[in-house]
C-alpha cells in the first residue's frame, strides 16, 4: 500500500543505531509531513560529509585532512599519547585544558556481543603509531565501564609487551560528590589509590 | 575541534524527531565508522522521496500520484469514509481485511503541548472530502490515548454539524485478553457498549 519511495526511507532509516521499524516510520512520516526542509539538509550533510571525511593517518580521528589539526600542532607534547574512544571523548579531555599531549582514537572499542573484535579498534594502527620512538607514555582514557576497561586491558597489555610506559586515567571520587552516594567499587578504588 | 562537515551532520541528524544531541552524535559516528553504504543509501532516499512523494489529493496520505491507489478502487464502499492518523494506521486496518471503505488520513492528531492545533491537521480538506455527496458514514479510527481521543471529538463535531453521520470504532475488551489484566477504563467501557 505504501509508496515504493517511502518504503526505501522507512527502510533506509534503520541503519541509524537504535532505530526500529517503528521508530523509522515515525521519522519518516515527521519529515515529509513536518520538516521538508531539515530532511533535505540531512540528505545533503550525509552525503557531504561521506565524500569529504575520512581518517587522520596519525590519530585515526575523522578529517577532512590526512594529518588532523591536533596531530599537526606542534606545541603539543609528542612524547604522550592519549587513547580515548571516540571524538567526543576526546573533545570531552580538550575542554579541561588538563592535555597537551596527543591523542589517538580508537573510534570503538571492545565489544564481543555486538561482533566487535580486537581488529574493529585499530589496534595495530595505534601500535604503529606508539612505535613512533618519540612517544613515551600512553595513557589509557576508555571509558570506565564493563567494555571501556576490557578495551583498557587488552591495549595496555600489548603496549606493555612493546616496552612502552602505559597509564590509565585516575579512578576516585567524582569531584562535587558526596560519600554517601559514590558507589562502592569507585569508593574501594578510591581507597587503593590513596595518596 | 571536530570537522565542519561533521558538525554539520551531527546538527542535521537531529531534525529525527526524539534525537538530542548525544544520539545525534553516536548516529554520525556509527555511520562514518560503520555504515558509510548505508549512510549513501539514506542520502539517496531522503532526497528521492522529497521530490517524488506528495499527498493524495482525496485522502491526503502520501503519495507519488495525484489520487493514491486505494482512492482509485472503485471497487472500495465509496459512502464509508475512515479517518486515520497516519498511514501506519490506515496499513493496519488494512490488514484485517475488514473494511472496504476508503480513508482520510490526518497526518497528525491535535497536540495543543507540541504546537499542533486544528488547522495542523487537515480539518478543513477533511470536511471538503466528505462533503462529496456519496460519503454517508465517517468513521473515527483516530487511536485511543488522549490526543486521539481530542481529535476525533472535535472531528466529529465538525462533521456532525453539516449533517453526517459519525462513528467510532468500538472500546472493548481486547480479544485474546484476561479481565483481571485489563484497565478499569476499558472494563467500564466495555459494560457501557455490552451488546
Same mark, same amino acid.
Request: aromatic share 4%.
Given at each position: 500500500m505504501a509508496d515504493p519511495a517511502l518504503e526505501a526511507l522507512i527502510d533506509a532509516l534503520r541503519c541509524l543505531p537504535g532505530v526500529g521499524q517503528k521508530s523509522a516510520q515515525r521519522m519518516a512520516f515527521h519529515l515529509l509531513q513536518h520538516? $521538508?526542509?531539515g530532511a533535505l539538509k540531512l540528505s545533503q550533510a550525509l552525503a557531504s560529509s561521506i565524500h569529504e571525511i575520512g581518517h587522520c593517518e596519525r590519530c585515526n580521528t575523522f578529517s577532512r585532512d590526512p594529518v588532523c589539526s591536533v596531530c599537526l600542532d606542534e606545541t603539543r607534547d609528542q612524547t604522550?599519547?592519549?587513547? #580515548?574512544?571516540? %571524538?567526543?571523548?576526546?573533545?570531552?579531555?580538550?575542554?579541561?585544558?588538563?592535555? $597537551?599531549?596527543?591523542?589517538? #582514537?580508537?573510534?570503538? $572499542? /571492545?565489544? %564481543?556481543?555486538?561482533?566487535?573484535?580486537?581488529?574493529?579498534i585499530g589496534l595495530s594502527?595505534? /601500535?604503529?603509531?606508539?612505535?613512533?620512538?618519540?612517544?613515551?607514555?600512553? @595513557?589509557? !582514557?576508555?571509558?570506565?565501564?564493563?567494555?571501556?576497561?576490557?578495551? !583498557?586491558? #587488552? @591495549?595496555?597489555? !600489548? /603496549?606493555?609487551q612493546r616496552g612502552l610506559k602505559v597509564t590509565r586515567l585516575a579512578r576516585g571520587v567524582p569531584v562535587g560528590s558526596e560519600l554517601e552516594y559514590v558507589d562502592l567499587g569507585t569508593i574501594a578504588h578510591a581507597f587503593m589509590d590513596r595518596r
Open positions: 520538516d $521538508r526542509a604522550l599519547l592519549c587513547v #580515548v574512544e571516540s %571524538p567526543a571523548d576526546q573533545a570531552a579531555l580538550e575542554r579541561t585544558g588538563s592535555y $597537551r599531549g596527543l591523542y589517538f #582514537v580508537l573510534l570503538g $572499542r /571492545l565489544s %564481543p556481543l555486538d561482533g566487535v573484535g580486537v581488529r574493529d594502527a595505534l /601500535l604503529q603509531r606508539a612505535a613512533d620512538g618519540l612517544v613515551s607514555e600512553v @595513557i589509557l !582514557a576508555t571509558n570506565f565501564n564493563v567494555e571501556g576497561e576490557a578495551t !583498557a586491558h #587488552v @591495549i595496555g597489555e !600489548a /603496549l606493555r
